[in-house]
């Protein structure tokens, strides 16, 4: 079975910075897309930023210039580098991946979730 695992979640002051990390461990053959998203209390889930496995990025309007994602893919590993963090962005983490595995029919793709992390920013 897959399992995606996230860490790095916290209390921290406006201005600050905080480093998210998410590895997925299981029966992987590969994993296509990686990504971050947000869900506020009251509000949708929101992407935060995704990258591929060939290294392109994408982000959210409200965290570029702000956020990094990055990924390693000997580790399984993703990671979201946050800085000058608002507290706007407070918000629990979500990690997701889009992970090719292996059936007796063949090979299956879906997207697999975190558990969730909390990240609050408040001074």
């Known amino acids: 079975q897959v399992q995606l695992v996230e860490s790095g979640g916290g209390l921290v002051q406006p201005g600050g910075s905080l480093r998210l990390s998410c590895t997925a461990s299981?029966?992987?053959?590969?994993?296509?897309?990686m990504g971050w998203y947000r869900q506020a209390p009251g509000k949708q889930r929101d992407l935060v930023a995704s990258v591929t496995s060939g290294g392109s990025t994408s982000y959210g309007d409200s965290v570029k210039d702000r956020f990094t994602i990055s990924r390693d893919n000997a580790k399984n590993t993703v990671y979201l580098q946050m800085n000058s963090l608002k507290p706007e962005d407070t918000a629990v983490y979500y990690c997701?991946?889009?992970?090719?595995?292996?059936?007796?029919?063949?090979?299956?793709?879906?997207?697999?979730w975190g558990q969730g992390t909390q990240v609050t920013v408040s001074s």
């Open positions: 997701n991946a889009d992970i090719l595995f292996g059936t007796i029919w063949g090979n299956r793709e879906r997207r697999y």
């Open positions: 299981g029966s992987i053959k590969s994993i296509n897309v």
